[in-house]
T-cell receptor, first 113, second 111 residues
Framework: DGGITQSPKYLFRKEGQNVTLSCEQNLNHDAMYWYRQDPGQGLRLIYYSQIVNDFQKGDIAEGYSVSREKKESFPLTVTSAQKNPTAFYLC????????????FGQGTRLTVV | RKEVEQDPGPFNVPEGATVAFNCTYSNSASQSFFWYRQDCRKEPKLLMSVYSSGNEDGRFTAQLNRASQYISLLIRDSKLSDSATYLCVVYPGGGADGLTFGKGTHLIIQP
């Protein structure tokens, strides 16, 4: 089945550590996105990539980094510079930019302990 | 003014009733519109795209009013399983980074 897979589903991090969240898609989509959702809040865009080897900062990129070495993969690293990393992280992909509908992975719930 | 605004609710509606909620957007040049459904602690899932002429999918009807800059979602014969948060999503156009999400409207269908 085609889809988007995020792992792990739950992740616990100690303060000061970097962690990497995985996102893989086999939908042959060009565009991939990372969003963050806090309780009772909407989704906020962290980074997006419209094509391999290219990515752009979203609204809240500080403290995060990404790479797009393969079309299928768009990992997100939450660095120690992110002051409040506890949140629900959602990866999405779409066929391309320009307002096409996006499809989401199941999300990773990150907790700093 | 926020880019995409929704009434957070909750809307408490008896099973079988019809419920409607709106979403307003600030950018008149916005090009694409969607409704997503999000269950508690789950990922958003596309419910339907919203077309200029309006569109219907079973019990769900979506409308777009460009003049007043809002989209609406109507749910007829509501089911218990319709309980969820409904996210209004807009693509602003003009080379924007991606989709802009509203904070969602929480719907509770009561037996």
């Amino acid at each position: 089945d085609g889809g988007i897979t995020q792992s792990p589903k739950y992740l616990f991090r100690k303060e000061g550590q970097n962690v990497t969240l995985s996102c893989e898609q086999n939908l042959n989509h060009d565009a991939m996105y990372w969003y963050r959702q806090d309780p009772g809040q909407g989704l906020r865009l962290i980074y997006y990539s419209q094509i391999v080897n290219d990515f752009q900062k979203g609204d809240i990129a500080e403290g995060y980094s990404v790479s797009r070495e393969k079309k299928e993969s768009f990992p997100l690293t939450v660095t120690s510079a992110q002051k409040n990393p506890t949140a629900f992280y959602l990866c999405a992909s779409s066929r391309g930019p320009g307002g096409r509908e996006a499809f989401f992975g199941q999300g990773t719930r990150l907790t700093v302990v | 003014r926020k880019e995409v605004e929704q009434d957070p609710g909750p809307f408490n509606v008896p099973e079988g009733a019809t419920v409607a909620f709106n979403c307003t957007y600030s950018n008149s040049a916005s090009q694409s519109f969607f409704w997503y459904r999000q269950d508690c602690r789950k990922e958003p899932k596309l419910l339907m795209s919203v077309y200029s002429s309006g569109n219907e999918d079973g019990r769900f009807t979506a409308q777009l009013n460009r003049a007043s800059q809002y989209i609406s979602l109507l749910i007829r014969d509501s089911k218990l399983s319709d309980s969820a948060t409904y996210l209004c999503v807009v693509y602003p156009g003009g080379g924007a980074d991606g989709l802009t999400f509203g904070k969602g409207t929480h719907l509770i269908i009561q037996p």
